[in-house]
T-cell receptor, first 115, second 114 residues
């Protein structure tokens, strides 16, 4: 069965420093995709980064990178040079073909960036 | 990328009534989904909206409570029926493109049931 776990309810980071948000997953499907979304207080879901299970390299998008460790089933998000505007809720998500190619979400991590 | 709009953006409803939420995508998407996000919680998938046929519901969600339509590739509706205060949530429409890495979200409908 699909499962996404985020064990950090809240994280603090100093402005301009890097922060890692943890995510582990479980699936029996060898083909899957992993996503990270940002949800600011306005409520919109902002897509940040995607990693496919067969991708050889870790995904990067600007200040965001995904530390993909397939054997450990982890897909941690690294935000470099944190900015005050990074304060938000962050969700890890996974999609596979189990039960119809749907995406499930982890519980989320609330990130606070301190000035 | 696809742009998804939802109507209404928010509503306050009385218990026992029903509300229909509309979702419009500006381009064709392969799949459409409806999620619920209760206050302070993560997103929970309600159902997959199938074009021209009955939606596929997740465990804990039933058609009588959350009827869904998808008459074409770019439009879907979700009805929250016989509402109770426990239905107070944000309801989000999502569309998935032909590439596996594409999944877009609407801005959400914030529902309060009194």
């Amino acid at each position: 069965a699909q499962k996404i776990t985020q064990t950090q309810p809240g994280m603090f980071v100093q402005e301009k420093e890097a922060v890692t948000l943890d995510c582990t997953y479980d699936t029996s499907d060898p083909s899957y995709g992993l996503f990270w979304y940002k949800q600011p207080s306005s409520g919109e879901m902002i897509f940040l980064i995607y990693q496919g299970s067969y991708d050889q390299q870790n995904a990067t998008e600007g200040r965001y990178s995904l530390n993909f460790q397939k054997a450990r089933k982890s897909a941690n998000l690294v935000i470099s040079a944190s900015q005050l505007g990074d304060s938000a809720m962050y969700f890890c998500a996974m999609r596979d073909n189990t039960g119809g190619f749907k995406t499930i979400f982890g519980a989320g991590t609330r990130l606070f960036v301190k000035a | 990328s696809a742009v998804i709009s939802q109507k209404p953006s928010r509503d306050i409803c009385q218990r026992g009534t029903s509300l229909t939420i509309q979702c419009q995508v500006d381009s064709q998407v392969t799949m459409m989904f409806w999620y619920r996000q209760q206050p302070g919680q993560s997103l929970t998938l309600i159902a997959t909206a199938n074009q021209g046929s009955e939606a596929t519901y997740e465990s804990g969600f039933v058609i009588d409570k959350f009827p869904i339509s998808r008459p074409n590739l770019t439009f879907s509706t979700l009805t929250v029926s016989n509402m109770s205060p426990e239905d107070s949530s944000i309801y989000l429409c999502s569309g998935s493109g032909p590439n596996s890495y594409e999944q877009y979200f609407g801005p959400g409908t914030r529902l309060t049931v009194t």
